[in-house]
């Protein structure tokens, strides 16, 4: 069977597992506090250009999300977030479960902007209902779009003049950085959100991401909620290690560009077959709308997801490339398509 | 300035008032445990014709809602809910607070149907996802409008079928039982939900709801989370005597009555002068779309919610009578109109 | 039955009755948002001479301990209490339901004393611990012991010197500043605390507690935190009423001094008979040591509460005087000692 | 610097890497829903002798932990505990951050036994504290004593009897089971507990514990509960491929011994220089009470936990042994001292 199911269903890059092999036999103390960890983190406040951010590794992205808005929310607080979104949809209500309400807005292309930051602001307007406070994007989103820096500065601004939070879900920052029509950087993020994170789990490392807390005000005693919220790992130095991997000579953004250039050529093929879109993605994960009949014969040979039934005769599904899809694997499909 | 803001602008019912002052002497044990409660409990159990029922006294109907849910649901189980509903809406996020989701549907009318239920079920395919497991209606609803016993009885059994429990929050339970157009009985919803309150605060009481958990499995140690959600009240026997006072020879009825006959007056008059309503509402609660210029006016003299905009000329307001509200106030902004 | 088992066991003193029907015809807004709230709050700051305090009326000590805890803290800090606190003990846990620990300690007067914050400060040393953040006492104390001056004072000083709040539960406030050996005024504590609250349910009130936030730093949004966590009243008025009647020329602290001189002759009474106490008690709850047999036989004819055994032929009961007691009870009992 | 620090200090065993390696390429898909999580567990239902038991593999302890206590109990339900129990000094109150008190006793051997379970629940009488409902134990202890087959039947007796669950925090089970002094079998905690773990973090593996969950009515949904309170592992496989290696032909058990010889070796060793202990442990910790001057010249060689003062003159180190120490260390240690 060959997998477009996920960008997690490897293990890990072989740099980063050579990695974890050759540091295995360091004592290092636990938690995160170890010389790996901390250069990882060195790493990330360079390559942001942001050396008062915070970078705290975690294991990975429900429990960053999680732990991130427990920490900065007070009670009454809520989030903002497309219906799409991964902590609307598809984390078993783990924000709920810590107390805070997620606000959702149906999005077509599974973004925000600011006509819903205010339409939320205005319709929130007295201490009988919850308090708009942070807004939840995802870069790119969980229907494979992005964002360009166009965007992102609206909504940061409209933030920033409520006093809301801009917090950016980057589980695939790495396609979203790498592709097409990408304007956004590394520094355009820690200058227009206060927190995200960097994805490793779905871009090369066998888990973890790490989060960088931009915002100065969000950053004390963080350390104190992650082990509460989600613990925090006993060998938290198999997070720097992996993160040293990922980001050594770029490696973490070539991985981005291979996934991106297989799912653009399985994309860029089935229109070519003329088979359209749910939504026009430039990123790793791509959602064509074939006929059921065609589905049900490719299911044979390869495991994907059913996303949603259009009409009586056709089906979207969602296929996903990783930094370990193969060429041929990719060719094989527009083959049998 | 004339009120037509709430149902909760007056102090209590007289004979409520009375019965406090008759009973303010006797020494009883606290927290719900003395034998005004038991009996109004028992006066209950009757009219609904479920001695196997427990009722519970709540301070309001926050805290009634958010302790049901509380003790009904496990931590990964959600509520499926209007979007208009109280929960979802008006008591910021106090169910979330508790965590547990909330799942809204948009309906013009403030009801959901089997058809929602449906919906959520075939959505939250797993556990990636929260479970739908309660389904939240009021009657009347937020906006005013009832059930009928078809209705409702389509909804208790898609949620039997679906091992779901069917919560209804009588907030206005009394000017619902006595609406034009009304076919449900208290027998009727002992048999048809789970759990079900008798609202007090809305209808002559100085506050108080009378909650009814009507299936066994929901009952034991509720009055535990009572306590540890919202807290019993010392003096519960003041929740007792006043449902004894307003359930004697009918009195909570003929309020409730009287309610609807003013509003259904208002109503009435106001389309005669050829105005709109946002729904057609045959309780306590309307919802006129008036020109803005005329609520302008209006508004020097009576004392009601802006509801919300509708064109750039027209506004939607609401106007709401009580047990105490006056003929004479009805007629005068009918004149006025 | 004559009943010395609380002091919630009678209904309202009849000036809070008279108030509550002379204005139950008045319409005000809901919530908390009427003339008879304003005002009673402004009483309350002109009493503890402090303009910048906020007033919050609530509905009961419990809600009023557990909202203000979750307004205050943040997820991963901690309540510091004795053991025999109220909100350690007898709230059904609603402290860790919001999320948070209580770290307690045994105290046989039931007062906590810098060495216990400095003992805990010590214990908890990294983010693999709760941190200690609010101590919370109680004046009186659940064993009717009290605070000096001095003592409290101490507390307040530890509290500041390491960031902490200072919280102070005042069910029985009224009884604690008009015991004998008491040298606390209100002015005091609203320099000395963070937050404290007046307590009515057992001095006077049919129910409701006056919440001060006298620390600027805590009052933002409390009102999101309690409608969310408590549910705010409807007819919040009722709260306002009932502290002006309280409040009116002292009758709040004559009908607690009320209280004291009954239990102070029945301590003393007691005492005569020769029979030793728990704790040295001067307010309204004392914990007198008798054979169990003299217990039985009182049982017959009073109503109060075994507190603890104490040994094979001993037992410690609680007896607890109100506002409502009578002169000729005590004489009774004392008589039949 | 030599580290006896704790047990997680390096990476995983060499034949964990392996498995992980040799695994690298397979595609799985994901959350624990691969054939390596599945036969994994079917191992472990082999080694315990219960095939009606749930495995779930855990990302660490303090989730595994909580995890367990919010699936399991209602809102109002509470954890009995040790003073020394890692749930209540060192998972920053992740339970009480769940909604859920421990309740805790002071314990100089770290162990609860049936006498703590009766005065819990005496003491809880009534709907006003929480109501006990868990007891958790951990094995070998966080001061590394352990349990005999007769102690933890008496408290698994007491828990059927009361209708209570025990649960038993396994993160160092393998050293407990090969301590001198065992006679405990994974088949008896099967019979014995309501649900346990075998630890994987601190034996071997680079991070991942196996919950069991014997009792069936605790079975239902424990994914959903996962998921949300700390997540599912994306790439789950990496749990099961790692339990695979440290089951396979006892390879847990072997790492287990080794470092229960050389702490034994230690604590024999220290012992013969005539020093004392704070308890007496069979397993991989060990707790002696030095001299400090003495612990400060083995400090610039050891990295080791001072565990607490003991007087002005001596204080009390914590010693850890791994699979991965040195006896070459071991001696030098003794040597040294």
């Given at each position: 069977m060959i997998f477009f199911r996920s960008d997690y269903s490897l293990?890990?890059?072989?740099?980063?597992?050579e990695a974890l092999a050759n540091t295995n036999y360091e004592h290092w103390d636990g938690y995160g506090l170890d010389d790996h960890c901390f250069g990882a983190a060195d790493t990330i406040k360079g390559l942001i250009e942001n050396s008062g951010a915070e970078v705290h590794f975690m294991i990975g992205?429900?429990?960053?999300?999680?732990?991130?808005i427990s920490a900065f929310l007070r009670p009454h607080e809520a989030v903002l977030a497309s219906r799409s979104a991964h902590i609307y949809m598809h984390e078993?209500?783990?924000?709920?479960?810590?107390?805070?309400?997620?606000?959702?807005?149906?999005?077509?292309?599974?973004?925000?902007?600011?006509?819903?930051?205010?339409?939320?602001l205005i319709e929130h307007e007295d201490e009988h209902m919850v308090k708009p406070k942070l807004v939840y994007v995802s870069d790119s989103t969980e229907i494979g779009t992005i964002y360009t820096k166009a965007e992102l500065t609206a909504l940061s601004e409209v933030c920033r003049e409520n006093s809301m939070y801009l917090y950016l879900d980057g589980a695939r920052l790495g396609c979203a950085l790498t592709a097409q029509g990408n304007d956004l950087t590394l520094p355009d993020l820690a200058a227009l959100t206060d927190a995200f994170y960097i994805g490793g789990t779905k871009n090369?490392?066998?888990?973890?991401e790490a989060l960088v807390i931009v915002n100065p005000e969000l950053q004390p005693e963080f350390r104190y909620v992650t082990k509460q919220q989600?613990?925090?790992?006993?060998?938290g130095r198999l997070l720097g290690v992996q993160f040293e991997a990922l980001l050594k000579d770029g490696l973490y953004f070539r991985l981005a560009e291979h996934s991106n250039r297989l799912a653009n050529k399985l994309r860029d093929g089935i229109a070519a077959k003329g088979h359209g879109f749910l939504v026009d993605?430039?990123?790793?994960?791509?959602?064509?709308?074939l006929p059921i009949k065609l589905v049900e014969k490719l299911e044979e040979k390869y495991f994907f997801y059913r996303w949603?039934?259009?009409?009586?005769?056709?089906?979207?599904?969602?296929?996903?490339?990783?930094?370990?899809?193969?060429?041929?694997?990719?060719?094989?499909?527009?083959?049998?398509i």
């Open positions: 293990g890990g890059h072989p740099q980063v597992l992205g429900t429990p960053a999300n999680y732990t991130s078993t209500g783990s924000v709920e479960a810590r107390g805070h309400k997620v606000v959702a807005f149906d999005t077509p292309d599974g973004k925000l902007c600011p006509a819903h930051v205010k339409e939320a090369g490392a066998l888990f973890g989600c613990g925090l790992l006993a060998k993605s430039p990123t790793n994960q791509i959602f064509p709308i949603k039934p259009i009409d009586e005769n056709n089906i979207c599904i969602r296929l996903v490339t990783s930094w370990g899809s193969a060429e041929e694997d990719v060719d094989s499909f527009l083959q049998d």
